[in-house]
């Protein structure tokens, strides 16, 4: 008995880490590289991969927020929502951190989280949540 308490302990916790480690997802050809360097969308890089994420924005449904952070990279902006929901923004057009101004809203990618920080929506839009 006494040996079976460490063991299992042990077990535990690695069991613990592993499934705590957030793991990079598909993103299809999505240049992840590139993404990550263009913050805001000022340096026009993201929306080389407009389709492709267009094409497989919904296979991130019921993914983690660690694993769209781990996939693509810090959030641009973050907006919190009623109901303990949030949006998870990257800006594929320059957005007005960027130094060129623009009169009309950046196309952006926007990550709808539940309260339970999981995706539950993604769309591509030049709408604000």
């Known amino acids: 008995m006494r040996l079976l308490f460490p063991s299992t302990l042990f077990c535990m916790v ?4 592993t499934l705590s480690c ?3 997802l598909d993103a299809g050809s999505v240049d992840l590289d590139n993404w990550k360097k263009d913050r805001n969308g000022c340096e026009g890089l993201r929306i080389k991969d407009l389709d492709e994420i267009r094409r497989i924005k919904n296979t991130f449904l019921a993914r ?3 694993e769209i952070i781990t996939t693509f990279g810090r959030p641009d902006r973050v907006e919190l929502a009623d109901k303990s929901q949030s ?5 594929l057009e ?3 951190r960027c130094a060129a101004e623009s009169k009309k809203e950046p ?3 926007l990550f709808r989280l539940n309260a339970i920080n999981k995706v539950s929506e993604v769309s591509v839009t030049h709408l604000n949540p």
């Open 22 to 24: 957030a793991s990079r």
């Open 87 to 91: 949006f998870f923004i990257y800006f």
């Open 107 to 109: 196309l952006k990618v």
């Open 64 to 66: 983690t927020n660690q």
């Open 14 to 17: 690695i069991l613990t880490f």
């Open 94 to 96: 320059p957005s007005d």
